[in-house]
């Protein structure tokens, strides 16, 4: 066993105490947000940020801190040429980009364990004056229909000015970290470098001390100083973690050549993490020493802006270098928390742990990766996991106080208390989670999260699954069983994925460590339960199984917002909503039977939800026989229906993926699995015989299929041949880079509906959008999205095991070509996965040209959050390794099949398949 198997076999806990759990941005969040309008950007600027402290959680760059965000440290960089100090990464709100929020930083995870005893991420810092005011007038001049302005576009890196800073964190020992800092100067000169790795503790003070203080520990006051007798070196008490050190060594500046040549000592600086009064609101601070002392020190001159004792909550080790072209320079620190003052390393020894750190890191995932992938397989797989470590972030959100004020602050206005997420009081988070985006979206998204666990478990299985327990826990879930979506509306409803989810994690932990977690299982099943009757009473108004779910996670895909009221007051009959219902029924059917064959009590409970999928699948095939019905004749797909207060009915005729959603409620259940649980199997048999409408609606029950296996599916035979003839034509809904969110048939084909005076429209968009539904950050009409994608390549591959290798589909539509559904799955799979893929030319079509490189990386990559359905440009959040780093999962099924393919005999029967 590895040495990081070892670690994730014992004292995990431990192990994860320390990790990047520290936000790339704390502004601008709905958390900081303390306005009477809910503008949680202009609450909260980042003109603010340097110089105010933050009330729940703490931002910086490529940072560590511990699990409940006591002690935070980070890096403070200056070129000599900025107006700001860069401790934290800048963007554009959501009202200043022309799509939305939008970070304009270049930089990139490229390393990760779990236990995060070996992490490494890589930032580009330019050496001229960062273009703070370009980029913002760029956003306000450029239109939806223009693209973004990016850091690129500036001109800021011609001819190569600039320092790629690799920082790498390794752990002695679980409260023991070793920061390394390496610096690489691509610029033709010699250039002025700044680099404070800096530590600083959260601001619990000046709220309510008491509230925040970790439970068990009394209530003191954190402080940094200088060490007595270590040059250079700081100790601390931390309330919570005791007392600690920061040792340092010389910086050591090297040559072209890689030869040491200079050495530079740091020197200590010292502040208060307390807001500038003066400079944000002209009233007195709390402090003489304030957060921004860093930055009025170096940028601005303030030579007495930071504290001459010594002391303070925040402190600094201030290395001023001057690089030279083409060489570099190295800094370690060490942190640690052993309560005495560590025995010293040499950089030899410093860099000795470094590199053990790595090679474990070398040897995990290799013990991973499928011996069929090549190198950039291999690559892609690596760092899409490492953007999902480094995306962990401490989450702090207790909505009672955030409404009612603190008591230590000015109470807030009465209008504050009917803000957003008001019915959620009960809602108190202080917790590690996966977060989609840590810059873009440092909040956690149900659904999302949902994505993340299936791709961390194959790293983590434990992590994953308690992730997914997590958001069930009672700080979390609603008491009427609703899951909080996402912080800017927590009533919002995503897709209810998180039992398909928990029995993914639970089938990839069985291949991965041959363990079975039923009792997992049992406690995820039991909140789902809940969850699952939350929807069934809140969005059903009329009872007839038919969804109302509203947004869904889809922001732009309709012609309307659905979360919003409908024209002339109607309702909207979801066919993507009354899908992931059936979709969840199915889900919560295999969890059940799973628990079932060993507690056979649990088999009365899955009949239930085979029963629910029954009058769901109803529903969808028959309902509207007295007006008109989800799925459409004429067009052959699955439409919403628009019902109005007079009685009209009418099909919102748009291609988008709610058209293909109702693909994903199927199963297929092997005959000995049914053998296992009698009591269901004589039950189920019952309603088939009894009611065989409905088992002719949904299966091919009496007709099982390879392996004596049966189908339940929303839609078979005839229909699912019609949506997947749409799915896969690559004039509509097939792209290159896998299948887009709306079907290209709507570039010559906009669709539009007229109703009371008002008109609204759809058409084709494969990039950024032009709409401004949620912001204009969103965009489902028309790019590549990985987790539908994900979810239908599973699909497929359960078709698969049903129909077996005779049963084929044309795929592309028109092509002559057939296909079995797990070559079908492959091809979609193979599309997806050359999104990321250096082609014959060097151009990486999600990057939209050649992969940057580094001394320090050969092929430097992005996960973002959608990708142009034409192009296979990446767009949305650039650095969304969440959902997008189930590419990670799909190249393991690629890699495993490839691995068994080789072993088959040419007449074995079937294919290997997977999810």
């Known amino acids: 066993m590895d040495a990081e198997r070892q670690r994730l076999g014992a004292n995990l806990a431990d192990w994860r105490r320390f990790g990047p759990y520290l936000s790339e941005r704390a502004w601008g969040t709905v958390r900081e947000d303390y ?15 340097r110089s105010r402290a933050y009330r729940w959680n703490e931002d910086g760059l490529a940072g560590f801190c511990d699990d409940q965000q006591i002690v935070c440290m980070a890096l403070a960089l ?3 040429a900025d107006p700001i100090l860069k401790e934290r990464l800048f963007g554009l709100s959501g ?11 270049n930089y990139w995870y490229l390393d990760g364990l779990p236990s995060h005893a070996w992490m490494r991420m890589l930032y580009r810092y330019p050496q001229r004056a ?10 306000r001049t450029r239109s939806r229909n223009d693209p973004e302005l990016e850091l690129d576009d500036t001109g800021i890196f011609e001819g190569n000015r600039f320092f790629d800073i690799e920082t790498a964190w390794a752990k002695v020992s679980p409260t023991d970290l070793l920061l390394r800092v390496r610096v690489h100067n691509a610029g033709p000169v010699a250039a002025p470098l700044h680099v404070l790795p800096s530590l600083w503790f959260r601001n619990t003070w000046a709220w309510a001390a008491a509230a925040e203080a970790p439970a068990g520990c009394e209530v003191e006051r954190p402080l940094v100083f200088a060490a007595a007798g270590h040059p250079a070196g700081l100790a601390l008490t931390a309330p919570g973690l005791g007392k600690g050190f920061v040792a340092s060594l010389p910086a050591e500046i090297t040559g072209a050549d890689g030869a040491v040549y200079a050495t530079v000592d740091a020197r200590m600086l010292f502040t208060d993490n307390e807001t500038n009064n003066e ?7 709390r402090s003489r020493f304030t957060k921004d002392a860093f930055h009025r020190h170096l940028v601005e001159g303030e030579a007495d802006a930071v504290n001459p004792n010594l002391e303070g909550s925040k402190a600094a080790l201030h290395y001023e270098l001057l690089i030279p072209p083409g060489g570099g320079a190295t800094l370690r620190v060490r942190l640690t928390f052993s309560g005495a003052a560590p025995e010293p390393l040499t950089a030899a020894s410093f860099d000795a742990l470094c590199q053990s750190r790595e090679a474990e890191a070398d040897a995990f995932y290799a013990a991973i990766h499928p011996a069929a992938l090549v190198p950039d397989e291999r690559r892609i797989q690596r760092q899409s996991w490492s953007g999902l470590l480094w995306s962990k972030q401490f989450y702090h959100y207790d909505v009672r106080t955030w409404l009612d004020g603190d008591s230590a602050q000015p109470p807030p206005s009465d209008g504050r208390r009917h803000q957003r997420n008001h019915g959620w009081r009960h809602f108190d988070a202080r917790d590690v989670i996966s977060m989609p985006d840590c810059w873009e979206y440092p909040w956690f998204a149900t659904w999302d999260l949902a994505f993340h666990c ?29 899951l909080p979506a996402y912080e800017w509306s927590f009533d919002d409803a995503n897709p209810p994925v998180l039992a398909w989810a928990a029995l993914r994690v639970f089938e990839i932990e069985r291949e991965v460590c041959g363990e079975e977690d039923v009792e997992f299982l049992r406690r995820i099943f039991h909140k789902m339960l809940i969850h699952f009757t939350w929807w069934v009473n809140r969005k059903d108004s009329e009872g007839n199984n038919v969804f109302e779910g509203g947004f869904l996670g889809l922001d732009n895909v309709a012609v309307f917002d ?22 969840f029924s199915l889900s919560m059917l295999l969890l059940a039977l799973e628990i079932a064959s060993r507690d056979r009590s649990f088999e009365d409970i899955a009949t239930k939800f085979f029963e629910h999928f029954l009058a769901i699948a109803e529903a969808m095939a028959r309902h509207g026989e007295s007006g008109i019905a989800l799925w459409n004749e004429e067009d052959e797909l699955f439409y919403d229906v628009l019902r109005l207060p007079d009685g009209q009915a009418m099909p919102l005729r748009v291609q988008s993926i709610v058209t293909l959603i109702p693909l994903f409620a199927t199963l297929t259940i092997k005959a000995g699995m049914l053998a296992g649980v009698p009591a269901f199997r004589e039950r189920l048999e019952w309603v088939l015989e009894n009611r065989p409408e409905l088992a002719s609606l949904v299966s091919r029950w009496k007709v099982p299929g390879v392996g004596e296996r049966q189908l339940l599916a929303l839609v078979r035979g005839h229909r699912m041949k019609c949506v997947l003839r749409r799915a896969l034509d690559e004039a509509g809904f097939l792209s290159p880079y896998g299948i887009r969110s709306l079907s290209r048939h709507h570039r010559d084909h906009p669709w539009g509906l007229d109703l009371d005076g008002q008109h609204w429209s759809i058409n084709y968009e494969p990039g950024e959008s032009r709409s401004g539904l949620y912001g204009g950050n969103s965009n489902w009409r028309g790019p590549v999205w990985m987790p539908i994608n994900f979810l239908l390549v599973g699909t497929l591959r359960r078709f698969q095991v049903y129909y077996g290798n005779d049963f084929r589909i044309e795929s592309p539509t028109g092509s002559g070509r057939f296909l079995s559904f797990d070559e079908i799955a492959d091809d979609i799979a193979a599309r997806l996965i050359a999104l990321f893929r250096p082609g014959p030319d060097g151009m990486v079509p999600s990057l939209g040209g050649p992969a940057p490189k580094s001394v320090f990386e050969p092929i430097l990559l992005l996960f973002h959050e959608y990708f142009h359905g034409d192009t296979g440009k990446g767009l949305g959040a650039s650095h969304q390794t969440g959902w997008t780093a189930l590419v990670a999962e799909l190249l393991q099924t690629k890699g495993r099949r490839a691995d068994v393919l080789k072993h088959l005999t040419p007449t074995a029967e079937g294919t290997p398949s997977a999810q």
Not at 96 to 105: I, M, R
Not at 279 to 285: D, K, N
């Open 35 to 49: 306005s009477d309008n809910g503008d949680a950007w202009g609450s909260f600027p980042h003109d603010h940020a």
């Open 78 to 80: 200056w070129n000599g």
């Open 95 to 105: 009202p200043e980009g022309n799509h939305g929020e939008d970070v304009k930083e």
């Open 130 to 139: 960062y273009p703070y005011a370009e980029l913002v007038e760029g956003g």
């Open 279 to 285: 400079r944000l609101f002209g009233t007195a601070s």
């Open 454 to 482: 299936v791709a961390l478990a194959r790293l983590d299985p434990d992590l994953a699954k308690s992730q997914l327990l997590l958001l069930c826990r009672e700080w979390y879930m609603h008491p009427n069983g609703a």
């Open 562 to 583: 659905r979360s919003q009221g409908l024209p002339s007051g109607g309702r909207l009959e979801q066919s993507d909503a009354t899908s992931w219902m059936g979709f």
